[in-house]
Nanobody, 121 residues
Framework: QVQLVESGGGLVQPGGSLRLSCVAS????????MSWYRQVPGKERELVAA???????NYQDSVKGRFTISRDNAKNTVSLQMNGLKPEDTAVYYC???????????????WGQGTLVTVSS
C-alpha cells in the first residue's frame, strides 16, 4: 500500500507564512509529477503548483511570487512554502503524486487526505 500524508496546515494571519509538507510512503517505485491542489466548499479543486521529478515547476497565476514548491526525490517528499498569505488562500490543500508502485509498471494518481489552511485576522 502507498499513501501520501500532508502536514503543516493551520491558522495564520494575513501576510503570514506557512509551509506544507507531503510525504509518500509504502512500496514506492517512482514518483513523476507532484502537485498541490486546494479546494473551498462549493468550488472545484484547483491546481496551485506542480513540480516534475526533474524540478520543472508550474504555478497558478494567483500564487506566483508568493508560493514556492520544492521536492526531495530521495525522501519522496514535496513541500509548499506559502508567503504573503491572503484570506482568499483559505482552503483545504491536497497533495497529489503520479506514482508507480513496486513492482508494477503503470503510474496512477494518488491523493493525500488534505490539510486545512485558514488565513484570517
Amino acid at each position: 500500500q502507498v499513501q501520501l500524508v500532508e502536514s503543516g496546515g493551520g491558522l495564520v494571519q494575513p501576510g503570514g507564512s506557512l509551509r506544507l509538507s507531503c510525504v509518500a510512503s509504502g512500496s514506492i517505485g517512482a514518483i513523476n509529477v507532484m502537485s498541490w491542489y486546494r479546494q473551498v466548499p462549493g468550488k472545484e479543486r484547483e491546481l496551485v503548483a506542480a513540480i516534475t521529478n526533474t524540478g520543472v515547476t508550474n504555478y497558478q497565476d494567483s500564487v506566483k511570487g508568493r508560493f514556492t514548491i520544492s521536492r526531495d526525490n530521495a525522501k519522496n517528499t514535496v513541500s509548499l512554502q506559502m508567503n504573503g498569505l491572503k484570506p482568499e488562500d483559505t482552503a483545504v490543500y491536497y497533495c497529489k503524486g503520479v506514482v508507480r508502485r513496486v513492482p508494477e509498471s503503470r503510474y496512477f494518481e494518488l491523493w493525500g487526505q488534505g490539510t486545512l489552511v485558514t488565513v484570517s485576522s
